[in-house]
């Protein structure tokens, strides 16, 4: 999943970034709300994490003009702001979820993974499609019960397709959503990881729909 985090506090930003990439988000990070204007209109997204206090306007100003212009995915306003007063304008504004400072990262990610699951329609922290269980939490994967052993970029990479299921997801789509923007994967990555996990999962799992993209099926187990 991939995440903007809009602070302009640089070792917050850091420290908080590292702990989102640990987590198996990928991460990019903007210093102002015309950055983040920028990324937004022209990057794709899973969820924001957006500060208040920004160099360039509150941060209320920029989510407000964010849904007028109807970029509706999950925002976290995480801020120092504690008042009831700047809790209800961050609502108002659009915002799903709101974190005050301090906070603890564990309670962030748990929050964002809530988020991004309902988002796709999931209330359950745990996806299921047939046999295949995905833990958002912890990002373990089994199959009939059976734990199954993925690399990091496997795991984001099915992960993606657990949230979007039964949908088909398209190439460039897994590419903008899985991949961070400066190592963008070669043409065949995508398809050498997808027949990696049809080999740990079952070849009929994962299906290719031609010039479509790759949908999650309940197949057999392997």
């Known amino acids: 999943m991939k995440l903007l ?6 070792a917050l930003a850091t420290a908080l970034g590292q702990a989102l990439r640990d987590a198996e988000w990928v991460v990019e990070h903007a210093a102002s709300g015309q950055e983040a204007d920028f ?3 022209t990057e794709s997204y899973d969820a924001v994490i957006l500060d208040l206090g920004l160099p360039d306007g509150d941060g209320t100003r920029w989510l407000s ?3 007028e212009a109807a970029i509706d995915l999950p925002v976290l306003i995480l801020t120092a702001r504690e008042r009831w007063a700047d ?3 961050g609502f108002s504004a659009g915002a799903d979820d709101y974190v005050t400072k301090p906070f603890e990262t564990a309670e962030v990610l748990f929050r964002l993974r809530a988020l991004v699951r309902r988002s796709h329609g999931h209330a359950h922290p745990v996806l299921r ?4 269980a995905y833990d958002t939490h912890t990002h373990h994967v089994t199959l009939a019960g059976r734990p199954i052993a993925l690399t990091a970029q496997e795991c984001r990479l099915l992960g993606y397709l657990m ?12 590419a903008e959503h899985v991949y961070d923007r400066d190592h963008e994967p ?6 050498v990881q997808v ?3 049809r080999r740990k999962l079952g070849a009929t799992r994962i299906a290719t729909l031609r010039g479509q993209g790759y949908r999650l099926v309940e197949g057999e187990a392997p």
């Not at 985090?5 to 640089?10: S, W």
């Not at 070669?186 to 398809?191: E, K």
């Open 5 to 10: 985090l809009v602070e302009d506090d640089q």
């Open 65 to 67: 003009e964010w849904r």
């Open 87 to 89: 809790k209800a304008a």
């Open 163 to 174: 949230h979007a299921a039964p949908r088909v997801v398209s190439r460039s789509e897994l």
């Open 129 to 132: 499609v047939g046999e295949l």
């Open 186 to 191: 070669d043409s065949n990555v995508i398809d």
């Open 195 to 197: 027949s990696r996990l």
């Open 39 to 41: 990324l937004l209109n």
